[in-house]
């Protein structure tokens, strides 16, 4: 089953691949020329029934990185439509196939729709994200409650710095579309590290009441992981506050704390 987002000139399309990872897919429309773009192809199948039921025209493929469930499909959907790829330069050693690279601030069109590229690294070298109006398609960089490991050729300090002075400039109305739902594992991670006799601790036990696991999460947006994601507010003495090992935390520099952050968070 898949979501439709609908905006007034341009619609996206989102579901959750079957898998432990809970990748989750997307593709955007413009509606005049019903043109699309494939983000980060790993559900071939699902993939096709959304453009043969909604009449859609590939034009490109687009990756936010090169991990292996993110481009698992690049070939068959360029074949298959005779279309590009568009994916940050960093890929040329990562792929056996042509694409053509782009950089920050790159806008590319797609019918009369365009989107933005931002360089977002850290996750891994070659992350970009993806801006179509007041959506961000943001793969592994942010989660909900969350941000994207660093295991894989990934550096945490990269990766702070794309949060701190990146993705949290957004404006707040900005809907985060990232690569994978964890936001429940997030905020289970997020109540294990705070005290529970806190405002905030019931606030994030409302956001677990979840009924369907299975179903792809609520949008957040930008002010939402400005209160709830810890790894945006590790900054903030008042977010110290509410840890339980506050003494862990307080002596560090704040890129310290995001590394620290991140490491419990690997261990949870
Ligand atoms: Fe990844």
């Known amino acids: 089953m898949y979501e439709k987002i609908e905006d007034l000139e341009f619609n996206i399309y989102r579901f959750l691949v079957e898998n432990s990872d809970k990748n989750i897919n997307y593709l955007i429309e413009c509606k005049q020329t019903k043109k699309a773009i494939i983000i980060d192809p790993l559900d071939k199948n699902q993939i096709l029934e959304i453009i ?8 490109l493929v687009i990756n936010t990185h090169a991990h292996p469930d993110h481009i698992k499909y690049n070939s068959f959907f360029m074949n298959k439509y005779q279309i590009k790829l568009r994916a940050h330069d960093l890929c040329k050693d990562l792929f056996d196939y042509e694409f053509d690279n782009i950089f ?8 009369n729709q365009s989107i933005k590229i931002i360089h977002t690294p850290g996750h891994c070298p070659e992350h970009i994200s993806i801006i179509l109006d007041k959506y961000i398609f943001c793969g592994d960089t942010v989660f909900n409650c969350g941000a994207g490991n660093v295991r894989f050729r990934g550096d945490c300090s990269m990766l702070f710095r794309t949060i701190h002075h990146k993705m949290k400039n957004l404006p707040d109305e900005f809907y985060l579309l990232p ?27 409302k956001f677990t ?4 696991q299975d179903k792809l999460s609520e949008l957040k947006d930008i002010s939402f992981e400005k209160l709830y994601n810890p790894f945006f507010r590790i900054d903030e003495l008042s977010f110290l506050d509410l840890l339980k090992n ?7 520099n704040i890129e310290e704390r995001f590394k620290l952050l991140r490491e419990m968070r690997d261990e949870f």
């Open 52 to 59: 043969s039921k909604n009449n859609l025209i590939p034009e």
């Open 104 to 111: 920050e601030n790159d806008v590319i069109k797609f019918g």
């Open 179 to 205: 690569g994978h739902d964890y936001l429940m594992n997030n905020l289970n991670f997020l109540k294990n590290i705070i005290h529970n006799d806190t405002d905030f601790y019931n606030e994030i036990i």
């Open 209 to 212: 009441d979840v009924k369907d």
């Open 246 to 252: 506050k003494e862990d935390f307080q002596n560090l």
